[in-house]
């Protein structure tokens, strides 16, 4: 309207009320005055006034009822929220559920097996919220708005409990009617809903992943330096060279003349010279993981037996499923479990159960589930004749760092420091849980 007036294109505004204008009295008088000093008129029918013949004063008054007005709607809104949060009202939408009614959400199947799919890519591959983005791109994947994936949305996924079947909400509310300015709300002030009937991922995956998020942002660094940059795992070394000194990560190099050669520096020294760090060495890519890869079969100088040692300890801790009668029987059972699941939520639905007996009978048939899966995979690698030899090999070429990505290396090599003076240090982790043959020292220098 304000554009209009400055083009010209009308004389006088009419309206019902002054509350119709604005509700808020500093922006109602500014629009007032600016209409007025191009000479427009503005006529309100219900007060009987018109903003070019009665008092400023008059229309201030009329304008603080208004606003006045819109501060009592705000807080009745407010109030109805927060009743509604306490009963467990959902948003309007969210991915992996279809919304039924105000207070009912129904798993979508498409949109759950993606929602699986990011906790699996995440926990599982080691991808960062970026590189799951991309991966859910390319596979042509759209969000419920049909957007296409960034890391906002993915971390947001990541981080909603819902998706184990716990419920928050009243996290949110508008500090400020005038400005719409929101505000998070303390923890203590938070609703919870157990909805154990909405789980797409087990409670265990979804805490594994909410710890890999924090070590994730904890962003290790050498004792007295400064934080680290964040959590990457696009190559075998990210963020796992640290600068002795100032803490940062080494960032990646490549450089092409006749052959192409890949090297890590400080990333502070390359981006400020040495200005706020004076490390300026440089660790050759093939050099460093050669040295890895001699240390290892120092400390392991039999690496067949370690291999199978290994595999030996993996047959031990699995189901024996061998035959296939007892996969077939495995698979009858799971069916049973499923429809099980499925009687109880009808149940909860129709009011024959409470919320916490479906929660008990929920989180037992998950159980059972998870230990069915588990055999059924490994009787699957059962009936292919070349998977213990495909299995033996992977170990092998992990050994000899032939397949071993960011996170594989993450679970054995806690960070790689390194000094001015060109020392490097490889501190390993304190490996535990009873794995053979992995008593490794706690580092390594040269």
């Known amino acids: 309207m304000m554009e209009d007036a400055r083009a010209g294109l009308f004389e006088q505004v009419v309206v019902k009320d002054i509350s119709r204008v604005a509700r808020n009295t500093v922006d109602f008088l500014q629009s007032i005055r600016v209409l007025k000093a191009m000479g427009i008129n503005v006529m309100f029918l219900t007060a009987n006034m018109t903003s070019l013949g009665d008092s400023e004063f008059i229309l201030t008054i009329f304008g603080a009822m208004a606003q006045e007005e819109s501060g009592n709607l705000s807080k009745r809104v407010k109030w109805g929220k927060k009743i509604n949060a306490q009963k467990g009202r959902v948003p309007q939408r969210i991915y992996g559920y279809d919304r039924i009614d105000n207070f009912t959400l129904q798993i979508n199947p498409a949109e759950a097996e993606v929602v699986r799919k990011i906790f699996r890519l995440y926990l599982g591959e080691g991808m960062g919220c970026r590189a799951v983005s991309l991966a859910l791109n390319e596979d042509g994947v759209k969000t419920k708005f049909g957007c296409a994936w960034n890391p906002r949305g993915v971390r947001r996924v990541l981080a909603n409990p819902i998706y184990c079947g716990h419920y928050v909400n009243n996290k949110y509310e508008v500090e400020d009617f005038l400005t719409g300015r929101q505000v998070r709300l303390p923890a203590e002030q938070h609703c919870h809903h157990d909805r154990p009937g909405w789980a797409i991922v087990s409670e265990e995956e979804f805490r594994r992943v909410q710890l890999q998020m924090a070590e994730r942002g904890r962003r290790k660094a050498p004792e007295g330096s400064a934080p680290d940059s964040r959590y990457s795992a696009r190559h075998p070394l990210s963020t796992l060279i640290k600068c002795a000194h100032c803490g940062r990560s080494f960032c990646r190099r490549k450089y092409t003349y006749v052959n192409t050669r890949a090297y890590w520096v400080c990333s502070t020294n390359s981006q400020y010279t040495a200005q706020r760090c004076d490390n300026r060495v440089k660790i050759e890519e093939n050099e460093l993981l050669a040295e890895i890869r001699d240390y290892f079969e120092r400390i392991i100088p039999n690496q067949e037996r370690f291999a199978g040692e290994i595999l030996k300890e993996l047959e031990k801790r699995r189901p024996?499923?061998?035959?296939?009668?007892?996969?077939?029987?495995?698979?009858?059972?799971?069916?049973?479990?499923?429809?099980?699941?499925?009687?109880?939520?009808?149940?909860?639905?129709?009011?024959?159960?409470?919320?916490?007996?479906?929660?008990?009978?929920?989180?037992?048939?998950?159980?059972?589930?998870?230990?069915?899966?588990?055999?059924?995979?490994?009787?699957?690698?059962?009936?292919d004749g070349g998977a213990e030899e495909e299995y033996l090999r992977e170990i092998r070429g992990f050994l000899r760092l032939e397949t071993a990505a960011n996170p594989e290396l993450r679970r054995i090599i806690d960070h790689i420091a390194v000094s001015r003076d060109g020392t490097v240090r490889i501190v390993l982790k304190k490996l535990g849980g009873g794995d053979p043959g992995l008593n490794f020292p706690s580092s390594c220098s040269w």
Not at 352 to 365: G, H, N, P, S
């Open 320 to 383: 024996d499923m061998r035959d296939r009668a007892g996969a077939e029987e495995a698979g009858k059972k799971r069916g049973r479990l499923l429809a099980k699941r499925s009687r109880c939520q009808e149940m909860y639905a129709n009011g024959a159960m409470t919320m916490a007996e479906l929660k008990v009978k929920t989180e037992q048939i998950a159980g059972e589930l998870a230990a069915l899966e588990d055999g059924l995979t490994r009787c699957a690698g059962q009936e």
